[in-house]
């Protein structure tokens, strides 16, 4: 396949590795920040392939998994009431709330459709004046830039029975909040490629010089993977903390700046939960004033929601990379992909779901390795 095979291709994963391996000296652990690269990861069984001291800590990029209990349950109130067609891409469609999920909603008589671009609910809206149509805005940056020119051009056309729930977050701000953990152990990070093609690199090198840890862009092939950890790995023995792209094929150093005005016209920054995380300041986006009658928790007041996390689901442990997902007892036994507990077993890029796919089921090889401190 072109284009694709030659980052797959095994003579050069073993030079990559033999590289690696000839440069470390002693425990470095680092964070892989998006569920894609877990995946990979997982996939090809790269973290088994690395020498004994470099350890991968997944991190928490995957977007459904981040998106909070409460914003899901908002989403299940809305989407059964009458007149309303509720729009989502499918991997929501499963992610539990309190007590339901979106697929239970559509069971009892719920419109619940799934959409491949939310300017197909667009489309949905001005097809269907007399009923309300929601589309249900989660993910990082990637994900953000479409939602973000729907609603532009829900206000441009005049269709005013189309809104937005959203719940966005951005990655600086978590890589910000992990560091300043007391448990943290991450002493480099593989950035997401994909979130670097939009935002650049711009907001990197101050968080790589003050939490003196090196940030390489990385890309979601297996060589993208490996070569991400080579660099990580050369600047943590020659003590460095530079932010180094790695992903020069997609990723500019200022991003994508018509994706980027589209972003500032319509959000604003503001703090966002993540789930199983907490409340990170500034860590999210919100439909800025201008754009407030799109809103879908303004127009429809969802409010009086209680939560309620599951006590067994240790998600959150997972999404910050204190516990690998086979160290959680629920793990292959109440909670697997066909009755997950928490959305890391839902979702394409939940790390809970990458061991379960690919058959990681004993917790024995899970077990942290001691990393040494950075600095
Ligand atoms: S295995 Fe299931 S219960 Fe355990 S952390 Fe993952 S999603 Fe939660």
């Not at 890589?175 to 448990?183: F, H, V």
């Amino acid at each position: 396949m072109k284009y694709l095979d030659e980052f797959r291709n095994p003579e050069v994963g073993r030079r990559l590795l033999d590289e690696i391996r000839a440069t470390v000296t002693r425990p470095w652990s680092i964070m892989e920040v998006c569920g894609g690269q877990t995946h990979t990861i997982i996939r090809h069984g790269i973290d088994q392939l690395l020498p004994a001291e470099v350890e991968l800590i997944h991190g928490p990029g995957c977007p459904v998994c981040v998106t909070p209990l409460e914003v899901i349950d908002k989403a299940l109130a809305i989407a059964a009431r009458p007149g309303v067609i509720f729009c989502s891409f499918g991997d929501m469609l499963r992610v539990p709330g309190t007590d339901r999920d979106l697929f239970r909603v559509r069971g009892e008589g719920g419109d619940v459709r799934v959409v491949y671009s939310p300017l197909d609910a667009l489309a949905i809206a001005r097809d269907n004046p007399d009923r309300e149509v929601v589309f249900f805005g989660i993910g990082f940056e990637t994900t953000a830039p479409p939602n973000a020119m729907t609603v532009y051009q829900a206000k441009r056309l005049g269709i005013r029975n189309f809104s937005l729930l959203v719940s966005h977050v951005r990655v600086p701000p978590a890589i910000e909040a992990i560091m300043n953990s007391p448990d943290c152990r991450v002493q480099g990070f593989l950035a997401a490629g994909h979130v670097c093609s939009v935002m650049g690199v711009e907001e990197y090198p101050e968080l790589a010089e003050r939490h003196r840890v090196p940030i390489v862009v990385t890309g979601f092939e297996p060589l993208d993977i490996l070569e991400g950890i080579r660099r990580t790995i050369g600047q943590l023995e020659r003590g460095e903390h530079t932010v180094d792209n790695a992903y020069a094929r997609a990723v500019r150093e200022q991003g994508n700046p018509a994706a980027k005005a589209m972003l500032a016209d319509v959000f604003e920054v503001t703090d966002r939960a993540w789930r199983g995380i907490g409340v990170i300041p500034n860590s999210g986006w919100r439909l800025s004033s201008r754009y407030r009658d799109y809103d879908a928790e303004h127009r429809f007041e969802v409010t009086g929601i209680d939560t309620l996390e599951p006590a067994e689901c240790r998600s959150g442990e997972v999404l910050q990379g204190l516990l690998k997902p086979n160290e959680c007892a629920a793990f292959g036994t109440t909670c697997t992909p066909r009755n997950p507990l928490g959305a890391t077993m839902v979702s394409s890029e939940g790390a809970c779901a990458a061991y379960y796919l690919y058959r990681r089921l004993d917790a024995a090889d899970a077990a942290p390795r001691e990393a040494t401190p950075v600095g």
